[in-house]
């Protein structure tokens, strides 16, 4: 040994001293225990025994036991495997990380087929606009027809129907039946093509050859009253009940209204009423107010006042002049319920205010009391939604 001042060895009694390499054991085992205990203090309180079993552990280790428990032994050996397989560039990395580029598995952006279709039924026009022009330079061909139907209603880009019609024409030609219904209107109303009823008409047949309903039902008038092609009663009625099964309300009230026609030598008019139900039920106004009128006379169905003025009042309620005159009416003689002057009135003065004249209801209106004519008119000015 050396003093600190000079290389001058010290003498050491004999029996103090001790073995180099046993020495070294006392240090390695005080240092391991210091780490150990700072370990504990630091670690929560659950972790306590496991670092109680680490300590012991950490001593046998120091202590250079040469008898390790076959637990382990096991363990160490599970150990040497699982750092051989790490070290092993060979070998697959560990099954919890799917894409070594990503070991956080963060998600990332997938452009799928139906991602610019989903943004624009939410309404990002924008962001449908980008993905579909992604898409349909990919050839994704329903893309196709969405750029066509953004370019037609300038649904956030300017509306362009030239555009549109490039972009209906490109998916229609690969078989879309979607892009050949809009492709035919658009030659139907020469917008973006110089119009051509021909043309039109082809692409309506091949929609409605694919099921679509819209162009069945366009088809469906063409053939019922013969334009552009010959007239062929019985090919009109098949094409109208397609779309009708299909929830178009505007077929459905075609055919509400063609059984009870004197296109048929003998009305059905079971079947008129059981249409002109469905296209009432669709919010179809006409169907609305006529359905009604139906149930108000027992026509096709039994006759139920009350129904009839739910009905009736609906198609009022929302616009139908013609509701409003006839729901006046019915509110003024009662009909199943007792009379609804100030009502009645209030409906005759919405319908006249647009326009419709009623002699019957004018001369009821005159004779009313002042107040009521007074209530009415006030009531009418607090319903802002007409």
Request: proline share 5%; hydrophobic share 40%; net charge negative.
């Amino acid at each position: 040994m050396f003093s600190s001042n000079d290389r001058t060895p010290v003498a050491i009694p004999q029996q103090h001293a001790r073995p180099f390499r046993h020495r070294l054991k006392d240090w390695r085992l005080g240092l391991c225990l210091a780490v150990t205990w700072t370990v504990l203090l630091a670690a929560p309180l659950g972790t306590a025994p496991a670092m109680a079993q680490a300590q012991k552990q950490t001593a046998d280790s120091a202590s250079g036991s040469s008898n390790p428990s076959p637990e382990n032994t096991e363990t160490d050996a599970a150990a040497d495997d699982n750092a051989d397989a790490t070290t092993d560039p060979t070998l697959s990395p560990p099954a919890s990380i799917t894409d070594p580029s990503n070991p956080f598995d963060v998600p990332r952006f997938v452009l799928k087929s139906t991602s610019a279709y989903s943004a624009y039924q939410r309404g990002f026009y924008l962001t449908a606009f980008a993905l579909a022009t992604k898409l349909a330079g990919l050839g994704d061909v329903p893309s196709q027809t969405l750029l066509g139907n953004l370019y037609l209603d300038g649904s956030g880009i300017p509306q362009d129907f030239k555009e549109a019609a490039n972009w209906f024409a490109l998916a229609a030609d690969q078989g879309d039946r979607e892009a050949q219904f809009s492709l035919g209107m658009l030659y139907a109303r020469g917008q973006g093509v110089d119009k051509d009823l021909q043309k039109a008409l082809g692409w309506f047949e091949k929609a409605a050859a694919q099921n679509q309903k819209n162009a069945q039902f366009n088809l469906g008038l063409l053939y019922l009253h013969g334009q552009l092609v010959e007239q062929d009663t019985t090919k009109a009625l098949d094409l109208l009940t397609k779309a009708a099964n299909q929830g178009v309300a505007e077929a459905q009230y075609t055919l509400a209204n063609l059984y009870q026609s004197d296109y048929f030598p003998t009305p059905n008019v079971d079947q008129a009423a059981y249409w002109m139900q469905q296209a009432a039920q669709n919010g179809f106004l006409d169907a609305q107010l006529e359905y009604g009128l139906m149930l108000f006379q027992g026509k096709g169905v039994a006759q139920d006042f009350a129904a009839a003025r739910a009905w009736i009042k609906q198609a009022a309620d929302a616009g139908s002049i013609l509701a409003q005159n006839r729901l006046a009416r019915i509110l003024a003689r009662g009909y199943g319920e007792p009379p609804a002057p100030v009502d009645a009135a209030k409906y005759y003065l919405l319908s006249k205010r647009a326009g419709k004249t009623d002699d019957w209801l004018e001369k009821f209106f005159k004779e009313l009391p002042d107040a009521e004519k007074q209530l009415a008119i006030k009531e009418l000015g607090s319903r802002t939604f007409w």
